[in-house]
């Protein structure tokens, strides 16, 4: 859900160290703002200093059965230890046919529907399921006084955990208190710590007894 600013700045910095961006786009169908943009390609410039990720995972539900596809443009340039300008196509390309004998056919043709009218309406539907999910968490947690961040353009909602608490804390927090589970920040990086993150991917029934659940002990 980075702004195309944010974007530019990414590329233009690319470009003036030589670096390749690995963009990845797991999330991309959960943007609903028509300002963000889908994909790095749509930042000028991109094309040479970017490689992109795709994945059936999130938009589709194919979590598990390992389809993906990755976006290495040709013309793509890398610098070799000695310096010379080496083509990233033909080492990736190389690199996966060594490596992978390809996704199971029966999962290939579940990515093929994907992309058929009714596939795109089923995927839409889901999508937006979710996304009223994100809504139900972020309203809920507000409304208990805790401060949110997230769950628009994206399936995830992040609070700021309440009386300082670590990560963890939170974590063994809600867990002995609530029976419920979410994932720390502080798992992601140092700058996550004292935040949390909730899943909108689950059933509507899930997310209301969860935040029956939450918002009954942190009620003041
Ligand atoms: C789920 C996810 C992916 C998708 O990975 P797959 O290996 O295709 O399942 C990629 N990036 C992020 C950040 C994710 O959460």
Redesign the pocket.
Known sequence: MATREHLEKWVAYAKQHGSIIFF?A??EAFITDPAIPHSIYEIPGARDCAIE?R????NAG???????LTVVPKGLKGKAADGSEVEIWPLWNRRQSTKFNGVSYIVQRGAEAVYSAEGQAQTKALISFYMENAKIIREQLTSVGLEVHGGINAPYVWLKTPDNLSSWDFFDKLLVNCNVVGTPGSGFGAAGEGYFRISAFNSRDNVNEAMARITAKFKQ
């Open positions: 990845d797991a999330y990720f994945s059936f995972s999130k194919f979590t598990g059965t390992r389809c993906a």
